[in-house]
C-alpha cells in the first residue's frame, strides 16, 4: 500500500515539475478520470494537467478536449482559449495551477 501512494506522490510531483519548467502552446487531446478525484488532461505537447475534482474545486475547472492552452516556462499560470462555431479561439480564463487545481 505504501509504495503504490509513494508512486503516485512520485509521478505527480514529476508531472507538476515539468509543467512548471516548461511553456506550451498546445490543445488538449484527451482527458482522463479514472482515479476518481482527479481529472488528467493531456496536451498535445506531452504536458499534463492534473485537477482535483473534489469540494468546490470542480466547478472552477472549465477545460474540454479541443480547448487551446498557453502558458510560458517556469510558472504556474495558464491561459485557456475556447473555440467558437467558426473555428477561431477566444481567451476564455486564466488559471494558476496550484491555486485553483
Do not use: M
Not at 11 to 40: C, L, P
Not at 63 to 73: H, L, Q, R
Amino acid at each position: 500500500g505504501i509504495g503504490i501512494v509513494g508512486y503516485f506522490y512520485i509521478n505527480g510531483k514529476i508531472i507538476d515539475n515539468k509543467f512548471y519548467k516548461n511553456n506550451s502552446n498546445a490543445k488538449v487531446i484527451d482527458s482522463s478520470a479514472w482515479q476518481g478525484r482527479t481529472i488528467e488532461y493531456y496536451l498535445e505537447d506531452g504536458l499534463q494537467i492534473d485537477a482535483q475534482t473534489g469540494g468546490r474545486e470542480r466547478e472552477k475547472i472549465d477545460i474540454n478536449v479541443g480547448d487551446s492552452i498557453v502558458k510560458e516556462a517556469n510558472g504556474w499560470y495558464f491561459k485557456v482559449f475556447k473555440q467558437d462555431v467558426v473555428g477561431k479561439y477566444h481567451f476564455y480564463r486564466e488559471y494558476h495551477y496550484k491555486k485553483d487545481f
